[in-house]
């Protein structure tokens, strides 16, 4: 019999998927793909290009404080105890592209999610593993495409906010799409009113509407967490409709009317979307990256060694 990837679906899952932040039980977290020895020996094969390792920040601390580093020359086994120590978190991004055993996984999950909601159509599915350390927040930001946050160890708390105004204004989500980075969103805590805090289990899995905002907060204690993300037609669609309305209201002062995905005005705003993006101005907007300034050494006193930065 085959295993199934949710324990809980039922077909109401069907009907708030994508219209509401929704919590469903897996398996994943006793898979012997997450314990520490799996964990360190994926770490030590890690190609550089697929990870980010980042020194963090408390909220309100300003994002500019949060710095990249390198792993280079540290076991794998040293690295997870170095983020239990406190103060860093490893996105082991793109794990579906580095080892298969992580994309049976990611497959399983979508080709299940396919057969419970036959017009779900998604494409250029990516998977990553967070790594972080107790404690450790991740700050509010909006993603571009659709994403499910599954939590392996460890508990963490997660803030989503609906992905409208004042939380999202239009004009902040097309800055979000004009760069593909969610830097610098304005944040309030009084946001929190408006938002569903979950604190999530070992074995639990979040998903929300698409561009929701959300903000994390580790427990006291070593978090291992799963992301999927997603793109869809209609998810592909509204990104196109964004990037355009961003440029047309930030380059020609013009205040977007429609956000439709079909019709005329879609296919108009496709087209010239297409065409800003072959500018140099595009190339501009997109050169946004955190450069490496660190190296980690968890035999040293100092954990972090700065080294001269560089860009990957
Ligand atoms: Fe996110």
Known sequence: MHDRVFRDWSPQEAQRWGHQPLRLHHGWHRSPLFTDDALADLIERYPEQHYALVATSSQGDGQRRWREGEIRGSSGHDVIEAIRQGGLWLNLRNVHLVDRRYACLMDSAYSELQREMPDFDPRAMRMGILISSPRAQVHYHSDLPGQALWQIRGRKRVLVYPPTAPYLPPEVLEEVALSGVEVNM??????????????????????????????????????????????????????????????????????????????????????????????????????????????????????LLDIPAYFR
């Open 186 to 303: 304005p944040y309030r805590p009084d946001f929190d009113r408006g938002a569903l805090a979950v604190d999530l289990e070992p074995g639990q899995m979040l998903h929300w509407p698409l561009h929701s905002p959300h903000r994390v907060d580790n427990h006291d204690c070593l978090n291992v967490s799963v992301t999927t993300e997603h793109w869809t037609e209609s998810i592909r669609r509204t990104q196109m409709v964004n990037v355009a309305n961003g440029v047309l209201r930030r380059q020609f002062g013009w205040t977007p009317q429609s956000r439709a995905i079909e019709g005329p005005s879609f296919w108009a705003k496709a087209a010239f979307q297409a065409a800003w993006r072959r500018s140099p101005w595009a190339r501009q907007a997109q050169r946004l990256q955190r450069p490496i300034d660190f190296r980690l050494a968890p035999q040293k006193p100092e954990r």
